[in-house]
Nanobody, 124 residues
């Protein structure tokens, strides 16, 4: 049973930074792609970033390129999202997702496993 647990969300001022973590368990993730998605109130869930666990190929939404960095740690089976230069429009619930055997896609429906989410609030 794949299990994903996000942490690291919180309240930060515009221009600040946060690092989100996604702890994984229940599978061998070397053949997985991992994604971060977010959903703001009243909006649809949107792609943020993704990484292929093996090889480390990454993909980013245009809105976060140059500000956010996705990475993974083999030793702890954890995926990170480093978020810098945060803006109020980054405010959302951030979700970690896992996709077995696939590339680092931006399409949410290709990810069968999801965490519960962590709230990120950026004040102006």
């Amino acid at each position: 049973q794949v299990h994903l647990v996000e942490s690291g969300g919180g309240l930060v001022q515009a221009g600040g930074s946060l690092r989100l973590s996604c702890a994984t368990s229940g599978s061998t993730f070397s053949n997985y792609a991992m994604g971060w998605f977010r959903q703001a109130p009243g909006k649809e869930r949107e792609f943020v970033a993704a990484i292929r666990w093996s090889g480390g190929a990454t993909s980013y939404a245009d809105s976060v390129k140059g500000r956010f960095t996705i990475s993974r740690d083999f030793a702890t089976n954890t995926v990170y999202l480093q978020m810098n230069s945060l803006k109020p429009e980054d405010t959302a619930v951030y979700y970690c997702a896992a996709r077995p055997g696939g590339y680092a896609s931006s399409v949410a429906t290709l990810y069968p496993y999801w965490g519960q989410g962590t709230q990120v609030t950026v004040s102006s």
